[in-house]
T-cell receptor, first 113, second 114 residues
Framework: TQLLEQSPQFLSIQEGENLTVYCNSS?????LQWYRQEPGEGPVLLVT?????EVKKLKRLTFQFGDARKDSSLHITAAQPGDTGLYLC?????????????FGEGTQLTVNP | DSGVTQTPKHLITATGQRVTLRCSPR?????VYWYQQSLDQGLQFLIQ???????AKGNILERFSAQQFPDLHSELNLSSLELGDSALYFC?????????????FGEGSRLTVL
């Protein structure tokens, strides 16, 4: 059972379009991270959200953490081919041994010129 | 460049064999994580070490083992390999073992079991 569900799994759009990727769970997370992974490379952190309802912007990317800290969304405005990649959300849960990150299965985004 | 180094980048072996994957964390990072990424299961947490000690265990099979050495590099040993073990294996490091700290990933080791 996947703790974090990402949707859609695949998204192919034209340059200039807007898109939203969702990350949902029935669990509460202490924080949530978004990573982007390009072919042949490891995931690279884009943002960490910590507070319920928090919104963070990174140029054309807007990240939101749900009020209940169970879900998050990533919105990209005017997508560009350079945005192509696998977007992964990862939730952190505090445990007695320290927090662990659980990753969603990812959204594969392709932005066509 | 994340500063995390993984070797080898590619490895092809046969079923039943044993392989060792190596990871050097970023300078100063004490915590090392191993993840397995396959097409059908995404990025799965295997195990975490902090300053030489096992800190957390995920979905790691008994055929797999890992350790972190005094110089903080880590090795993941995969034995009695099966076809289903074919995957990308990532190592990541962080300064601290928990909290909201960023994970820095290596480029991964692609294992193919024939």
């Amino acid at each position: 059972t996947q703790l974090l569900e990402q949707s859609p799994q695949f998204l192919s759009i034209q340059e200039g379009e807007n898109l939203t990727v969702y990350c949902n769970s029935s669990s509460v997370f202490s924080s949530l991270q978004w990573y982007r992974q390009e072919p042949g490379e490891g995931p690279v952190l884009l943002v960490t959200v910590v507070t319920g309802g928090e919104v963070k912007k990174l140029k054309r990317l807007t990240f939101q953490f749900g009020d209940a800290r169970k879900d998050s969304s990533l919105h990209i405005t005017a997508a560009q081919p350079g945005d192509t990649g696998l977007y992964l959300c990862a939730g952190a849960k505090e445990e007695t041994s320290g927090s662990r990150l659980t990753f969603g299965e990812g959204t594969q985004l392709t932005v066509n010129p | 460049d994340s500063g995390v180094t993984q070797t080898p980048k590619h490895l092809i072996t046969a079923t039943g064999q044993r392989v060792t994957l190596r990871c050097s964390p970023r300078s100063g990072d004490l915590s090392v994580y191993w993840y397995q990424q396959s097409l059908d299961q995404g990025l799965q947490f295997l195990i975490q070490y902090y300053n030489g000690e096992e800190r957390a265990k995920g979905n790691i099979l008994e055929r797999f083992s890992a350790q972190q050495f005094p110089d903080l590099h880590s090795e993941l040993n995969l034995s009695s390999l099966e076809l289903g073990d074919s995957a990308l294996y990532f190592c990541a490091s962080s300064v601290v073992p928990g909290g909201t700290g960023e994970l820095f990933f290596g480029e991964g080791s692609r294992l193919t079991v024939l």
